[in-house]
Nanobody, 125 residues
Framework: VQLQASGGGLVQAGDSLRLSCVFS????????VAWFRQAPGKEREFVGA????????KYTDAVKGRFTISGDNARNTVFLQMVSLKPEDSAVYYC???????????????????WGQGTQVTVSS
């Protein structure tokens, strides 16, 4: 399993950005794919995840209503659409994948076995 995140950049507060996570060696029908982020000096935190086999998409409260996760199995890609970006959204964003993740562990970093490299998102005020 391999994942590669891309799409980060420098934007202004209120702007939008779409991150992509291109994957290989897995299928969205059995794997959950999540986005995590890590800001300087802070621990990596859960952003959101899609788990099609469980029929679930989950977000952390800080991004609800602003971020949307979607998956395209035909393109082997999971997207993180981010709108109304805030300076506090600035971080390195990582995508991760895991098999047989139960719903209650979708936000748990240790539940994910495979990680892509990060992509930097910087939101200026």
């Amino acid at each position: 399993v391999q994942l590669q995140a891309s799409g980060g950049g420098l934007v202004q507060a209120g702007d939008s950005l779409r991150l992509s996570c291109v994957f290989s060696g897995l299928t969205l029908s059995t794997y959950a794919v999540a986005w995590f982020r890590q800001a300087p000096g802070k621990e990596r935190e859960f952003v959101g995840a899609i788990h099609r086999s469980r029929g679930s998409v989950k977000y952390t409260d800080a991004v609800k209503g602003r971020f949307t996760i979607s998956g395209d199995n035909a393109r082997n890609t999971v997207f993180l659409q981010m709108v109304s970006l805030k300076p506090e959204d600035s971080a390195v964003y990582y995508c991760a994948a895991g098999n047989r993740i139960i719903l209650s562990r979708m936000s748990v970093e240790a539940a994910y076995d495979y990680w892509g490299q990060g992509t930097q998102v910087t939101v200026s005020s």
